[in-house]
């Protein structure tokens, strides 16, 4: 598994994961919708918010790129189970695209879900910048 997850291997990854957001981002001007293809653009505004991890994974990797392997290893440790965790976290809080969330509805339910976010990748961010910077540190 060591192998696959090289420092290049994750940030050509990552980068790719980008392309995904633009592409699901500006589906009809990319030309993978028509205008008038409404349910085309919601399925890409929801794989919009599964892959918005892919900016944050792209800047820690490009962050750990020029440190020691070992720092990025131990960044990996918890990225490789923590990324696919928020992306389906946020499938199931998305309510699987029906936009119900966890039941709630409206402008409270978006509120809501709007928190969890904040929350779930707050706690991604301060995560990978302790192990990074710890790890850092200990290998100086």
Same mark, same amino acid.
């Given at each position: 598994?060591?192998?696959?997850?090289?420092?290049?291997?994750?940030?050509?990854?990552?980068?790719?994961?980008?392309?995904?957001?633009?592409?699901?981002?500006?589906?009809?001007?990319?030309?993978?919708?028509?205008?008038?293809?409404?349910?085309?653009?919601?399925?890409?505004?929801?794989?919009?918010?599964?892959?918005?991890?892919?900016?944050?994974?792209?800047?820690?990797?490009?962050?750990?790129?020029?440190?020691?392997?070992?720092?990025?290893?131990?960044?990996?440790?918890? @990225?490789?189970?923590?990324?696919? $965790?928020?992306?389906? !976290?946020? /499938?199931? #809080? &998305?309510?699987?695209?029906?936009?119900?969330?966890?039941?709630? @509805?409206?402008?409270?339910?978006? $509120?809501?879900?709007? !928190?969890? /976010?904040? #929350? &779930?990748?707050?706690?991604?961010?301060?995560?990978?910048?302790?192990?990074?910077?710890?790890?850092?540190?200990?290998?100086?």
């Amino acid at each position: 598994m060591k192998k696959i997850l090289t420092k290049k291997n994750v940030l050509i990854f990552s980068s790719l994961g980008i392309l995904l957001l633009i592409v699901s981002m500006y589906p009809t001007k990319v030309g993978v919708c028509a205008d008038y293809s409404y349910d085309c653009k919601k399925n890409f505004d929801f794989l919009q918010d599964i892959v918005s991890i892919f900016p944050i994974l792209f800047l820690f990797s490009f962050t750990t790129y020029k440190m020691k392997d070992e720092v990025f290893h131990h960044w990996m440790k918890f @990225a490789v189970w923590a990324t696919p $965790a928020i992306m389906i !976290l946020t /499938f199931l #809080i &998305l309510g699987g695209g029906s936009n119900n969330g966890f039941g709630m @509805a409206g402008a409270i339910g978006g $509120a809501f879900d709007a !928190l969890l /976010f904040i #929350i &779930l990748y707050s706690i991604f961010c301060g995560v990978s910048i302790w192990r990074i910077v710890s790890k850092h540190r200990h290998t100086k």
